[in-house]
């Protein structure tokens, strides 16, 4: 593939609902383009972009994917997203990379969420928002329906470009509404045929075409509503401009599979879309924080994006980047802006699905990717050193569901370990920890197919079996009555004996564990021994009366004791201080307390009513509702973490996918009666096991 200009670069995220095609549309415009010389099927498994080994089993996008392809002097880089919510982090790469956002929208079921999440996406970041309507072939697909819930949904920048007439319910000729042609198909090729009549629905289009138009500037708008007419010049530089400011969003249609409208919806993108001259100049930040306006200048000091990385354990680490200013060569150094460190750039390849195409350089406005940064990760700034300048990282999804993870092979820890931390690598919305009180490693993803694909990945890349579980929830025990009990150990051995003798006070207070306290008189118990209690009372404060979970707001006052000169020594002293503690504990109303978080959850206004009744059921309390943005409302509670293990599966079926929540611990409290009962049978069987 020769290089390309910025002026000629078309960098384009594909994005929409799962199913809707984004893949297959891909791949009609990959064969199309010369760019592949079959045309791959997603049911096969043999599409250029669904590559990794968990997508052609699952036949579902998983990962981002770049591809290339050159349609009339143009470089068009394609970058397939995933439509599954389990996998919104790889959307994220895919369009802060992107310069465009191909919406693909399904012929018969329409705009869904996955629709709304592409374009909220596209908005965030100013991005050009182009849809196709796909599937058109097939006889229950519905164009002018879907259209007109387009419009509903996204307003009057909804502009139809290409349209289809309709005749005994099968699309097989498309007009062009810019062009006033009509082409029918013929083995993927357009051929122009007489334009049919369309009756009164052409006239709605064209209205449609002018009120998108009409949105492009205030003159245009004036000239609309008052009645004058536009001209054809006008109307085709309005919707050209409108798409590259983000005022229009043009609306193309066809069948990927059956490759009919690709050919014209190719002419479009190339005609429609912005460059990356036009629209990848980004601003970034100078090591003292101020602005940085950068240009997509191929002679400029380089400044590159790394929006994805691959981890695989046998070509080693991949960082795709996409090039804001200069251009990044082979045996030049980058500064990495994260690091501080110096990244000499090895091998500079252009990648195609999988396969890598070796390239002398990556220019200005380019994707591209580099062998082996091992100080690299996904959202860093590559920069000359010359210029150092940071770009705006990728914003990830928090993770909502947390699993323990379990190797079905004892001392297979570090293994399991070692293979997640190299899947974080290549996906940040993957969280993984260790937790030290419950002893158990946790995997934290954005859904039960994300986790399971990790799951996947383990055995498949890194041989590792792993089973995964609810994980264990860390409570707490504290007391809430003062109580006083004598410590004493005493033990008799020839020679030296043991002896060790204390009384101390325990009494709840407010701290985060032991609060140690002495107000011994008359040295009943020599100050040199004091240590030796308090070190005591603290080893025993990891395992409470009640479950055995750590002890907190406890104080501990030694208030007096007494000793022998000979047999008394530091461990008679932590001897009777643990005494003392299993003495004075289940006398002092022991009690458990449970973790519990703040939730903010973002839904529409409709499931309002379901979340509030969900967090009753789980024992939260609701603190208050926020009107937010687009319909939708904020629902602040605080909820025990024990009931929150699947709030996230409930939260994506019952709006469809559309709300979202943040969960943040904010401190301890009693547990109620029953949940504390069941919690300390648990560790009674589960202590009786051990």
């Excluded at 995220?13 to 199309?32: C, D, F, Q, R, V």
């Excluded at 004598?486 to 325990?506: A, N, P």
């Excluded at 609060?515 to 240590?531: M, Q, S, T």
């Excluded at 004791?561 to 006398?587: Q, R």
């Amino acid at each position: 593939m020769k290089q390309y200009q910025a002026k000629n670069i078309l960098n384009i995220a594909i994005a929409g609902h799962s199913g809707s095609g984004k893949t297959s549309i891909a791949e009609a415009m990959l064969y199309l383009s010369g760019a592949t010389d079959r045309f791959g099927k997603v049911g096969e498994g043999s599409t250029i972009c669904d590559f990794d080994p968990e997508e052609i089993k699952r036949k579902i996008t998983v990962a981002t994917a770049v591809a290339p392809l050159e349609w009339k002097n143009h470089k068009i880089n394609l970058i397939d997203a995933p439509g599954l919510f389990d996998f919104e982090g790889a959307l994220c790469e895919a369009v802060r990379a992107a310069d465009s956002v191909l919406i693909a929208v399904s012929g018969k079921s329409g705009v869904a969420v996955g629709t709304e999440k592409a374009v909220e996406a596209a908005n965030k970041r100013g991005l050009a928002k182009i849809f196709f309507v796909n599937g058109l072939c097939d006889e229950s697909a519905r164009f002018y329906r879907v259209f007109e819930d387009l419009k509903a949904s996204f307003g009057p920048s909804i502009c139809p470009v290409v349209v289809p007439y309709i005749e005994d319910g099968k699309a097989n000729i498309y007009i062009n509404m810019l062009e006033y042609k009509a082409y029918d198909y013929q083995n993927g090729k357009p051929v122009e045929v007489k334009m049919p009549d369309m009756g009164t629905r052409l006239e709605g289009l064209r209205t449609a075409i002018y009120e998108a138009v009409a949105e492009t500037s205030d003159e245009m708008f004036e000239k609309y509503f008052s009645g004058e007419q536009f001209t054809p010049e006008e109307v085709i530089v309005g919707v050209s401009k409108g798409v590259k400011s983000g005022a229009i969003c043009p609306v193309f249609c066809g069948d990927a599979l059956l490759m009919r409208g690709m050919e014209q919806f190719l002419d479009g993108l190339v005609w429609l879309a912005p460059s990356a001259e036009e629209k990848s100049a980004e601003m970034g930040s100078d090591t003292d924080g101020n602005p940085v306006e950068l240009s997509v200048n191929e002679s400029g000091a380089t400044a590159a994006i790394v929006f994805k990385t691959v981890a695989d354990p046998f070509i080693g680490k991949l960082s795709y980047l996409k090039v804001i200013s200069g251009k990044v060569t082979t045996d030049t150094q980058l500064v990495n802006m994260r690091t501080g460190n110096l990244e000499r750039i090895g091998k500079t390849v252009i990648m195609h699905g999988k396969k890598q195409e070796d390239a002398p350089s990556i220019v200005a406005g380019d994707i591209g990717a580099i062998l082996k940064l091992q100080g690299t990760s996904t959202g860093d700034t590559l920069c000359a050193p010359a210029r150092k300048v940071t770009l705006e990282g990728i914003e990830y999804p928090n993770p909502t569901l947390s699993m323990a993870v379990t190797p079905k092979n004892k001392g297979e820890e570090d293994k399991v370990a070692q293979g997640i931390l190299r899947l974080v690598d290549e996906d940040p919305t993957i969280r993984f920890t260790t937790n030290t009180e419950t002893h158990q490693m946790v995997l934290s993803g954005l859904g039960e197919q994300h986790l399971d694909i990790i799951v996947s990945k383990l055995k498949s890349k890194f041989g590792v079996d792993v089973t995964l579980q609810k994980p264990r929830v860390p409570y707490r025990e504290t007391i809430r009555k003062k109580v006083q009990v004598q410590g004493r150990y005493k033990k008799q051995t020839g020679g030296h004996g043991q002896f060790g003798d204390i009384w101390v006070e325990f009494e709840p207070c407010d701290s985060d564990g032991l609060e140690f306290a002495e107000r011994v008189v008359g040295g009943a118990v020599p100050k040199n021994f004091f240590p030796a209690v308090e070190k005591g009372l603290r080893e025993c404060i990891a395992k409470g009366p009640l479950a055995g979970y750590p002890v907190v707001g406890l104080r501990a006052t030694l208030y007096d004791g007494s000793y022998h000169p000979v047999d008394s020594s530091e461990m008679s002293f932590k001897m009777a201080a643990n005494l003392a503690y299993k003495a004075g504990m289940p006398i002092a109303n022991p009690v458990l307390l449970e973790p519990i978080g703040t939730l903010r959850c973002l839904v529409p206004d409709a499931n309002m009513g379901d979340i509030l009744g969900e967090v009753n059921k789980r024992r939260g309390r609701v603190l208050g509702m926020d009107p937010a943005e687009d319909g939708k409302q904020i629902v602040e509670a605080e909820v025990p973490m024990a009931e929150m293990h699947d709030f996230c599966t409930f939260v994506r079926q019952v709006t469809q996918g559309r709300g979202s929540f943040t969960f943040d611990f904010c401190r301890y409290e009693e547990a109620p009666q029953q949940v504390a009962q069941k919690v300390i049978e648990e560790a009674k069987v589960s202590a009786a096991e051990e």
